[in-house]
């Protein structure tokens, strides 16, 4: 009789363990084996009466945040830029600094050099070449990497 009432106190606890266990092997599958999405992107549509739209509509209100150290910026940027800025309503393109590195240009001097590869690039005439729209860019020099250059 003893060894029933012990293992009725240890079923909740054999099921506790049991969903830890079940989640840490989810969290864990996650970080091994992150969704890794590769340029260009997927584009995605709400319904299938979209499928022919180059946006969903449901991204527009989406503010997106495209970080690196644009040291220098490039084309690659640009095209990543345009992307998000066609599929996503705000692109937010944040310079960032490695305390660990040393850099040739500041970032307002990059984020400056951005804006305007932004602005050539929306001067463009070519049809083809679609700008990035709706791009902020931001970065400043400070201990602690704050404040917006406009």
Same mark, same amino acid.
């Given at each position: 009789?003893? *060894?029933?009432? /012990?293992?009725?106190? +240890? ?13 840490? @092997?989810?969290?864990?599958?996650r970080v091994l084996f992150p969704t890794i999405l590769t340029f260009p992107w997927h584009r995605t549509t709400t319904s299938s009466s979209n499928s022919n739209s180059s946006t969903s509509t449901t991204d527009k ?13 490039? *084309?690659?940027? /640009?095209?990543?830029? +345009? ?13 960032? @600094? ?53």
């Open positions: 009789m003893g *060894n029933t009432v /012990l293992s009725l106190y +240890s079923i909740p606890l054999i099921i506790l363990q049991c969903s830890f266990l079940t989640a840490m @092997t989810f969290l864990v599958k209100h989406i503010t997106v945040i495209l970080a690196g150290s644009y040291n220098p910026p490039h *084309n690659g940027h /640009l095209a990543m830029l +345009s992307y998000l800025s066609q599929r996503y309503g705000k692109v937010l393109a944040v310079i960032g @600094t490695n305390p660990n590195k040393t850099y040739d240009v500041s970032p307002e001097e990059r984020a400056e050099m951005l804006r305007t590869m932004i602005n050539v690039s929306n001067d463009d005439d070519d049809d083809d070449h679609h700008g990035p729209k709706n791009v902020r860019v931001e970065g400043k020099h400070s201990d602690n990497f704050g404040g917006s250059v406009n």
